[in-house]
């Protein structure tokens, strides 16, 4: 009653017609077994109330209620037919992504710039250049860096743009930038223009912080033209044990309708650690059958390693981008051997090679297995 047309008390204004049209509907209770003061609630919402708008959504479905009197996490949303066709999700989807990478038959690599933030146009183009050269299929902005007074969205697509070119001569491809826009609705609009302008393929987004109805309207006005990441930077803190969002309604099916073709997902570690089975419930949410809403591809990323990748793409086959950090610019050889390294620790993944046998004829990831296989 509170979520939509009341409150804890009888309203002498409350009509039959409002409860008929407005009200949600309890389908069922049940409670949890071993847990006395738990229980399992199912609730039917008018889509109506909502529309379209995920801020009014998650005002309803998490709300008022929720903040002031009662401990609930949201655990899963459906919805029918008629309210999926409010959203158009992904343009471009796993083939689309695919598509502009140039990449079809292996996972994707993702390397996240480092450091993080601080530095100049041309010392980031030399991060750029290093990571290209070792092989990786695209290069993002850390969700810290959007604007900062020495480097702008804009002078990192210029400068990486040029640095792309020369790796493109002398390797004959070139990955793709994807530059983070996380701002105000109406700078990230201003942006995702001239990233269009400017021959950009890709962009970023903090959906979490800066909103799904942002990201959202992003999507529907370029997202036939930029493809989109989004990023989960925040997510941690709307969730708790019995507080907030599960993962797989956060990270996986609010995201997806709002048009993300790609998100980020924390990997919680190898399979049967905690949180393991909350990941992969998460993946599932990216990728099952969602009526006409395509599917889309997971960037798994903290803490992934050349030593540790391929107990990734086993789980989750080969539609996965796997997102490399620290391991590439933190690599002992320096930033173009850490990404060598991880791109053949993918090779041997797919081709069912051990790591010891691949690093035998690769000298990047023998140092990386020697400096961090403990």
């Known amino acids: 009653m509170g979520q939509t047309v009341g409150t804890w008390i009888q309203l002498p204004g409350i009509t039959d017609a409002m409860v008929s049209g407005y009200q949600a509907r309890v389908?069922?209770?049940?409670?949890?077994?071993?847990?006395?003061?738990?229980?399992?609630?199912?609730?039917?919402?008018?889509?109506?109330?909502?529309?379209?708008?995920?801020?009014?959504?998650?005002?309803?479905?998490?709300?008022?209620?929720?903040?002031?009197?009662?401990?609930?996490?949201?655990?899963?949303?459906?919805?029918?037919?008629?309210?999926?066709s409010s959203y158009r999700g992904p343009a471009l989807s796993v083939e689309g992504v695919r598509a502009v990478t140039g990449v079809y038959d292996r996972p994707l690599v993702l390397n996240m710039i480092k450091p993080c933030i601080g530095y100049t146009a041309l010392e980031g183009a030399k991060?750029?250049?290093?990571?290209?050269?070792?092989g990786v299929d695209m290069i993002k902005d850390d969700e810290v860096l959007s604007e900062i007074p020495i480097l702008s969205v804009l002078e990192r697509v210029r400068t990486y743009a040029k640095a792309a070119e020369q790796v493109k001569k002398e390797t004959g491809r070139a990955p793709v930038y994807i530059p983070n826009i996380t701002a105000r609705p109406k700078k990230m609009r201003e942006t995702a223009k001239l990233l269009v302008d400017e021959g950009a393929k890709a962009c970023m987004v903090n959906f979490v912080t800066a909103g799904a109805d942002a990201l959202y309207e992003l999507t529907e006005e370029f997202g036939s033209r930029?493809?989109?990441?989004?990023?989960?930077?925040?997510?941690?803190?709307?969730?708790?044990?019995?507080?907030?969002?599960?993962?797989?309604?956060?990270?996986?099916?609010?995201?997806?309708?709002a048009g993300a073709d790609m998100v980020m997902t924390m990997y919680p570690g190898a399979p049967g650690c905690a949180g393991y089975f909350e990941f992969l419930k998460t993946v599932q949410k990216q990728k099952l059958k969602l009526g006409s809403v395509k599917p889309i591809l997971t960037v798994v990323g903290g803490g992934v390693?050349?030593?540790?990748?391929?107990?990734?793409?086993?789980?989750?086959?080969?539609?996965?981008?796997?997102?490399?950090?620290?391991a590439i610019q933190g690599h002992?050889?320096?930033?173009?051997?850490?990404?060598?390294?991880?791109?053949?620790?993918?090779?041997?993944?797919?081709?069912?090679?051990?790591?010891?046998?691949k690093a035998a004829s690769c000298a990047p990831l023998k140092a990386a297995l020697d400096a961090w296989k403990k």
């Open 226 to 257: 930029l493809m989109f990441l989004g990023h989960y930077a925040g997510a941690g803190m709307m969730s708790s044990a019995w507080l907030g969002y599960a993962n797989p309604v956060l990270l996986g099916t609010l995201p997806r309708l």
């Open 27 to 84: 389908l069922s209770l049940e409670l949890v077994p071993c847990e006395p003061k738990a229980a399992l609630l199912r609730v039917a919402f008018p889509s109506h109330n909502f529309k379209n708008s995920f801020a009014m959504m998650q005002t309803a479905l998490v709300g008022n209620d929720v903040s002031t009197a009662l401990m609930v996490k949201l655990l899963d949303v459906s919805f029918t037919e008629q309210a999926l």
């Open 127 to 134: 991060l750029f250049f290093e990571s290209a050269m070792g």
């Open 332 to 357: 002992p050889m320096g930033t173009r051997s850490g990404a060598e390294a991880v791109m053949a620790a993918v090779d041997a993944a797919e081709n069912g090679v051990s790591l010891e046998e």
């Open 305 to 326: 390693t050349p030593l540790n990748l391929s107990a990734v793409i086993k789980e989750l086959g080969t539609d996965v981008v796997l997102g490399v950090g620290g």
